[in-house]
């Protein structure tokens, strides 16, 4: 099958094509915009049967969106950054709903101070919401997420929302090659959308997001959305069986790099993720036996996944692309927790890097690879490390002088 | 030493005012206190609860109090309203204030719920205020008295300070009501109070929630109008009542109920579901000739 | 562009119901008053995109008081949940998988604080966007739901529980309502009306009159409130009566923008006679009557009937 070149952007709106996306409520944000640009033109030339509608703003644009989805129809929708975060109210409300539409996330840092670049504290704001997660390292594995997020979305063990997340700038307008399959193949994989839990007939009135009070109604259908989510890793491994079959390519909840005999293995996710398979390469060359883990699937949480690859090793180092201010990065405390009961376990190391989109170089992954191997055979454990080189900083005091900033 | 006092009342009786009166009161004799109303959706009208802690020593307790010492019930027709569920908890060491005008309906079949005290603050109020508005500094004042650890002028201060507090500048108002809260002070014996630990229930046992599919567990009702049955009707405490001699069917009150609660007949008669009727006396205030009286809730015209 | 009145009198009301009884909201709710009023002429197949408010409890687990279908959003996009309803609803007629008589009428329910307030911007691209829905408001001049604190909605001089009267400022709330109908109207929606359940020929007049115009259908309804407003709740059409009497609620609608008045009192009663039915303007009048404010309140009213005369 030939393939195109095309950015994640546009790689995500064939997804959306492909699956027959009914309606798509929009709001332009960069580096998000080529996604709806794109899905604007296909629905006004005709190529998409739906609506294609401009919002007044996120808030609005993921209420419009769980509105049609709660009606019946299949919805697509997009952000970034600042508009995820404008809309974050909308996520709850509407996972609650429980309507499985699927919403992409170009991640892009957060302000202040505002900026364009990515890092992953816009998507992990909304790790809490009931939308599952999956985030992508490349354009195909962006258009083959959309149509596995429809399949997994709508199956009737999980029926929650969906956010796939790419990188801004990495993955938002780069081009690669990716495969498009054909409509029909699409159709094998993907059936139509017909809910019967959530909708609006006139024959069939029913009242959707009814308040509740008291603490075991809300616990209840709260706890039902927690179970709905973790029945998603083995809806999704099904899928991707099926996927396998029909496309040809295969997706795990996480993916293994060299992991097979790797004592040390660093873990990633989203593009990074292919830096870091570099420096394991460079390390593998070296006679280093190291290997990557990348998050794929990020909600729900594959814990045990996680566990069985790495609990065995002898250190593991968590490069965040995300920072929670005042505690350090989001993945090493989860991924810590879900190792934690097992009696032997590697030691594991926190490490911030690439923050706002700052490069992660060789020197970098060196440092981190070379901690981790002294932290393994000492036992001493450093803290939560930021990445940064020397010849950063030294560019960086420069800036601060040039913005009048003396010190003493 | 710790005495758990749980006041029930609807919207409007100002529960959480006479909770807060205990609260402060008990806090100027010294002690260590704890009040706290809880609200539900319910408005005006709909049955609410709030609750006091007093104790000599830190009151390692929150929330709500399922096991009472004391229980105030500010409005009688709360006995029997399943909300409210207000004798829920209580045993026999339990002391029962009711505000009522009904003492023989009420005392019937309560004794053996715990040791039953009534009182007619509302009438208290109406002969002292010329309105039944006082129920807050009345309640407020017989859970302090049934303590037995509280003077009376020490119930005085803290009614004057509540009342204050929630915005009530008319220094003869609130006179008026440091009076009522007085009277049904005085009204009232000082009990012994049996206190005990506090026992959730045991009767249960935890289980582990199973899965269910979305078409059970999403939070929406198909089940259209089923509102129904929820009876509002408990929340009167006056009844509107037809003179179908008088009726000339104009069908007003029928378009200005609120609730929806007036059906018109084929002779278009209106007729009141008095299971919703909320008692707003809309129908009583707009009907142009009369036609609709009003009586005092009260048992016997329940049926 | 006269069309030809269907109701007259009182008894060419539907004697349907079409909210039940037995809802938590207050006895003598004016909004419920206005909103069941209202229902009664759209009918059964509707469904309410509700923001939150007071009425977000309507339907509370596991009961529903509607007979069609309802839907809660967030307080600030009710208009972007109609829109997702309209648009979906039809998408899946036009494609065949919703029969066409399963279609019904998308209605934004919502407070005077998410009205005026936080969801005017998704009602301006609602409206923009020439979505076709109703919107019913009802206002009841503050954040009910949340105990009476101020709202854009709140009247110049009326006492709420976050613009108290006090010595710095006696007249309570300072700020003057907001004039959502004007604002409305800017955007140039097919309909826009007053109604008030103290009239509810003329409100099922006008209900039934923007049925014949596809877009933004727009009402906001005078909604006495006994419990924020601190009246009786048995007064609640006494109050809302004399608002319109006093002139302080105008009655109109506005038919492709041209404003028209569809009830003036021949005579406007004092103003006073409106204030004083209520706690929350009895600052005006006791301890001591504040003339000046009671001068503002009555000079506000004379200025917008002014701009009505020729
Ligand atoms: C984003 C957000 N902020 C605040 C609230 C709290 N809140 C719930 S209802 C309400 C009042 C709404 O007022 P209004 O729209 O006038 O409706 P009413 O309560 O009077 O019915 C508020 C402020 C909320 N639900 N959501
Ligand atoms: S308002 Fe009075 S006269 Fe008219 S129908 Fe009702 S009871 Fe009869
Ligand atoms: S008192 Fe009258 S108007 Fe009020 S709910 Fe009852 S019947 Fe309706
Ligand atoms: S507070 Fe006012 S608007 Fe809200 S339910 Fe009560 S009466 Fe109605």
Redesign the pocket.
């Known amino acids: 099958m030939a393939k195109e070149l095309i950015t994640g952007n546009v790689a995500a709106a064939w997804g959306v094509r492909l699956a027959n996306v009914d309606y798509v409520p929009a709001f332009p944000i960069t580096p998000q915009t080529e996604i709806i640009e794109t899905l604007s033109q296909w629905f006004d030339d005709g190529i998409m049967n739906g609506k294609f509608v401009t919002m007044d703003s996120e808030h609005s644009m993921v209420t419009a969106a769980g509105a049609a989805s709660a009606t019946g129809a299949r919805v697509f929708t997009a952000t970034s950054s600042q508009g995820l975060l404008y809309a974050l109210?909308v996520l709850y409300t509407i996972a609650g709903w429980r309507v499985p539409l699927v919403m992409v996330n170009v991640s892009r840092a957060l302000a202040s101070p505002i900026t364009l670049e990515p890092d992953h504290n816009d998507i992990l704001s909304a790790r809490d919401s009931g939308f599952l997660q999956i985030h992508t390292e490349t354009c195909q594995e962006v258009m083959d997420s959309v149509l596995m997020a429809y399949r997994i979305a709508e199956d009737n063990k999980v029926l929650l929302p969906f956010l796939i997340n790419m990188d801004g700038y990495y993955l938002s307008f780069t081009r690669e090659p990716v495969e498009i399959p054909s409509r029909e193949k699409v159709k094998e994989f993907l059936p139509p959308y017909n809910p019967t839990h959530a909708f609006f007939h006139a024959s069939t009135p029913m009242s959707q997001g009814v308040a509740v009070l008291g603490g075991p109604t809300y616990s209840y259908f709260k706890y039902q959305m927690h179970m709905a989510s973790q029945n998603a890793i083995e809806v999704h491994n099904t899928a991707a069986d099926d996927f396998n079959l029909i496309f040809g390519r295969k997706y795990g909840v996480i993916e293994e790099y060299r992991m097979d005999d790797a004592d040390y293995v660093i873990v990633m996710s989203n593009t990074f993720a292919t830096k870091g398979k570099t420096a394991v390469d460079r390390f593998r060359d070296k006679g280093i036996k190291v290997g990557l883990l990348r998050l794929r699937l990020v909600r729900p949480f594959p814990g045990k996944e996680i566990t069985a690859a790495l609990k065995h090793r002898k250190g593991v180092a968590v490069i965040d692309q995300n920072i929670s201010v005042g505690s350090g990065g989001i993945f090493y405390n989860e991924i810590a927790s879900s190792l934690y009961n097992e009696t032997k376990r590697p030691v594991m190391l926190s490490f911030i890097g690439g923050l706002g989109g700052k490069d992660i170089s060789f020197i970098e992954f060196q440092k981190v690879l070379n901690d981790t191997i002294m932290a393994s055979e000492t036992g001493i454990v450093p803290a939560t490390q930021l990445l940064y080189t020397e010849s950063e900083w030294q560019q960086m005091k420069k800036l601060l002088e040039i913005a009048g900033k003396t010190r003493q | 030493m710790m005495i758990r006092i749980r006041f029930h009342g609807r919207g409007g009786h100002g529960i959480k005012t006479a909770s807060r009166i205990a609260g402060t009161a008990a806090s100027m004799e010294g002690f260590n206190v704890q009040d706290f109303p809880l609200y539900g959706a319910e408005r005006r009208g709909a049955p609410l609860t709030a609750y006091t802690r007093i104790s000599d020593g830190t009151i390692f307790e929150r929330g709500i109090i399922s096991s009472p010492d004391i229980v105030i019930i500010a409005d009688d027709s709360l006995i029997e309203d399943p909300m409210a569920d207000p004798l829920n908890g209580a045993d026999t060491n339990t002391i029962i204030i009711i505000n009522t005008n009904r003492p023989h309906d009420i005392s019937e079949g309560l004794a053996a719920r715990g040791r039953v005290f009534l009182i007619d603050a509302t009438e208290i109020s109406m002969s002292v205020i010329g309105k039944g508005s006082a129920i807050s500094a009345a309640m407020g004042a017989a859970a302090c008295r049934v303590t037995g650890l509280i003077n009376k002028a020490t119930v005085e201060k803290a009614v004057v300070k509540e009342l204050t507090s929630i915005g009530i500048s008319s220094e003869e108002i609130i006179r008026k009501n440091v009076e009522v809260a007085g009277t049904c002070f005085d009204s009232l014996p000082s009990f012994e109070i049996i206190t005990r630990a506090e026992t959730s229930q045991l009767l249960t046992k935890t289980i582990v929630l199973p899965y269910e599919a979305p078409a059970i567990s999403t939070p929406n009702v198909i089940a259209s109008g089923n509102i129904i049955e929820r009876k509002t009707g408990k929340w009167r405490t006056f009844r509107p009542v037809i003179n179908y001699d008088k009726c000339n069917h104009c069908w007003i009150c029928f378009v200005w109920c609120p609730d929806g609660v007036i059906s018109l007949d084929d002779k278009e008669f209106p007729h009141i579901d008095y299971d919703h009727c909320k008692g707003c006396l809309i129908c009583y205030e707009e009907c142009p000739i009369k036609a609709i009286t009003v009586e005092r809730e009260s048992s016997s015209n329940e049926q | 562009m006269e069309s030809d009145t269907k109701y007259k009198r009182l008894k060419d009301l539907s004697r349907e119901e079409f909210i039940l009884p037995g809802t938590t909201v207050c006895g003598g709710c004016g909004g419920l008053e206005a909103l069941r009023l209202f229902h009664k002429v759209l009918g059964k197949n509707v469904v309410f995109v509700n923001?939150?408010?007071?009425?977000t409890l309507l339907a509370l687990f596991p009961y529903s008081p509607f007979r069609g279908s309802w839907l809660y959003t967030?307080?600030?996009s009710a208009p972007a949940g109609a829109q997702g309803v309209r648009d979906a609803l039809d998408i899946l007629i036009a494609s065949g998988r919703l029969k066409p008589e399963d279609d019904m009428k998308v209605v934004v329910l919502?407070?005077?604080?998410?009205?005026y307030d936080?969801a005017l911007s998704s009602t301006s691209g609602a409206i923009f966007r020439d979505l076709d829905f109703y919107y019913f408001c009802?206002d009841?001049e503050?954040?009910?739901?949340?105990g009476m604190q101020m709202?854009s909605a709140s009247p110049y001089g009326s006492m709420t529980t976050t613009s108290k009267p006090a010595h710095l400022s006696t007249a309570g709330t300072r700020s003057h309502k907001k004039d959502i109908f004007e604002i409305w109207r800017a955007h140039k929606p097919p309909y826009i009306a007053t109604i008030s359940p103290r009239h509810p020929v003329d409100l099922s007049e006008k209900v039934s009159r923007s049925m014949q115009y596809k877009g933004p259908k727009l009402f906001i309804a005078f909604s006495p409130c006994p419990t924020g407003w601190m009246y009786d709740p048995s007064l609640t059409v006494k109050i809302a009566r004399l608002a319109v009497d006093t002139g302080i609620w105008a009655l109109k609608e506005a038919i492709n923008g041209e404003v028209k008045h569809t009830y003036i009192p021949s005579k406007f009663k004092p103003v006073e006679e409106y204030l004083m039915t209520q706690g929350r303007f009895n600052h005006l009048f006791y301890p001591v009557r504040q003339d000046k404010i009671l001068e503002d309140i009555r000079e506000d009213i004379n200025s917008y009937w002014e701009q009505y005369k020729k």
Not at chain 3, 51 to 55: D, Q
Not at chain 3, 110 to 115: K, L, Q, R, V, Y
């Open positions: 109210e | 923001a939150a408010g007071c009425f967030n307080m600030a919502a407070g005077d604080g998410s009205t936080m009802y009841n503050a954040y009910g739901n949340t709202s």
